[in-house]
């Protein structure tokens, strides 16, 4: 199964700044089927990004992603205090479906 | 606007099963495929199979083949999870999700989440 590898760990940035999050797979994996989620403590996932560029239905424009056959990128342009979460990549181009470790944003 | 709406949380015994719904409200149910994930306690996210209602043929991952059971009743927009021979780290909270669509089958709608304790 292709095993995505998200970095860094945990990013602590203060609002306003620009979070980069990154997410590299083990295997070539089209650009469209990467997908990223946001979680909250005590609370399920929520699709931010699909396609690897496609914002979800709600999401603000300050979410952006991108992505290659191997890498995709999640941009965070300006942080607010409520991004404060831990950010998931997933593929879904090779069964079974994987997903990152996760990214924790913090804000200082 | 569809909504996912699981079983309540339980506590089971090493050995045993548990089975978990969930309830699609709101919107169609069987045109999309449902998926069944879990999160063990301060982990990450791992898909466990999935289920197209219309058609009620499940998928599983390799490592819960022969221990698990997904189905779906079309008719009142519920899936169901069956997890057998449960373990110690079987412990997680258990999610069912919609994917968004055939062409891009993230997960759009997620359900509240079911927490499942396996303890003695």
């Known amino acids: 199964e292709i095993v995505l590898t998200q970095s860094p760990g945990t990013l602590s940035l203060s609002p306003g700044q620009r979070a980069t999050l990154s997410c590299r797979a083990s295997?070539?994996?089209?650009?469209?089927?990467f997908a990223w989620y946001q979680q909250k403590p005590g609370q399920a996932p929520r699709l931010l990004i699909y396609g690897a560029s496609s914002r979800a239905t709600g999401i603000p424009d300050r979410f952006s992603g991108s992505g290659s056959e191997t890498d995709c990128t999640l941009t965070i342009s300006r942080l607010e205090p409520e991004d404060s979460a831990v950010y998931y990549c997933q593929q879904y181009g090779r069964p079974p479906v994987t997903f990152g470790g996760g990214t924790k944003v913090e804000i200082k | 606007q569809v909504q996912l709406v699981q079983s309540g949380a339980d506590v089971k015994k090493p050995g045993s099963s548990v089975k978990i719904s969930c309830k699609a409200s709101g919107g169609t149910f069987s045109n999309y495929a449902i998926n069944w994930l879990r999160q063990a306690p301060g982990q990450g996210l791992q898909w466990i199979g999935d289920?197209?209602?219309?058609?009620?043929?499940?998928n599983y991952a390799q490592m819960f083949q022969g221990t698990i059971t997904i189905t779906a009743d079309a008719s009142t927009g519920t899936a169901y999870m069956e997890l057998r021979s449960l373990r110690s780290e079987d412990t997680a909270v258990y999610y069912c999700?919609?994917?968004?669509?055939?062409?891009?089958?993230?997960?759009?709608?997620w359900g509240q989440g079911t927490l499942v304790t396996v303890s003695s």
């Open positions: 999700a919609r994917e968004l669509s055939v062409h891009y089958p993230a997960f759009d709608v």
């Open positions: 295997q070539s994996v089209s650009s469209s089927y």
């Open positions: 289920i197209t209602p219309n058609f009620g043929i499940a």
